[in-house]
């Protein structure tokens, strides 16, 4: 069973342009979340999402980031008109349902770099 | 905020000795969760435990948790240079994880 795919592993961006950022679950689960981490710092919490659906999105920044979950594909993360501060790891996890009585499993992450 | 807070920052200890992260929080959570990261990588999971359990174990690591104190610690016995890490907990709300700056642990071989 393949965990959590992640990729890019590594995006270089320069500013203005776009990034997206592309989680496959784990085989069997539908439910993603998204995380950011800064250098140093701990991973902060962006968005979670079902197929189809946002179900939380109180961590993302109000412009410029969309996420989505189709019913089809992976889930993705865009960020456009990317700016020096975007720069960080960003990691997605899966779990097999939400609510709280689950682990999530947390992918390898894509390490973004906006020059 | 339901963020965790890890102590000490950073630790380093001899190869076989025991080593005990700490983990503050300030809202009523659901559970908490340890995970750990390697240097570059994505994090591991390494233990749940629920708001009604007290303690649990995993091999060599043992995870407590009071919920009066709102206050949880991580025991990892006989530690290992391939220990090496940042751990985290991650108190859990509703739907997402709180993770806090983590604690970074060096065994020294």
């Known amino acids: 069973n393949a965990g959590v795919m992640q990729n890019p592993r590594h995006l270089v961006r320069r500013r203005g342009q776009e990034a997206r950022l592309r989680c496959s679950p784990m085989k069997g689960h539908s439910h993603v979340y998204w995380y950011r981490q800064l250098p140093e710092e701990g991973l902060k919490f962006m968005v979670y999402l079902q197929k189809e659906n946002i179900i939380d999105e109180s961590g993302m920044p109000k412009e410029r980031f969309s996420a989505e979950f189709p019913k089809e594909g992976p889930s993705i993360l865009r960020i456009q008109q990317v700016v020096r501060g975007d720069s960080a790891a960003y990691f997605c996890a899966s779990s097999p349902t939400g609510g709280t009585a689950y682990e999530q499993y947390f992918g390898p992450g894509t390490r973004l770099t906006v020059t | 905020s ?10 380093s200890i001899q190869e076989g000795e025991n080593a005990t992260m700490n983990c503050s929080y300030k809202t009523s959570i659901n559970n908490l969760q340890w995970y750990r990261q390697n240097s570059g990588r994505g994090l591991v ?32 016995t006989a530690s290992r240079a391939a220990d090496t890490a940042s751990y985290f907990c991650a108190p859990q709300g509703a739907n997402n994880l709180f993770f806090g700056t983590g604690t970074r642990l060096t065994v020294i071989p």
């Open chain 2, 2 to 11: 339901q963020q965790g807070e890890e102590d000490p920052q950073a630790l």
């Open chain 2, 45 to 76: 999971h390494l233990i749940l435990i629920r708001s009604n359990e007290r303690e649990k174990h995993s091999g060599r690591l043992r995870v407590t948790l009071d919920t009066s104190k709102k206050s949880s610690s991580l025991l990892i």
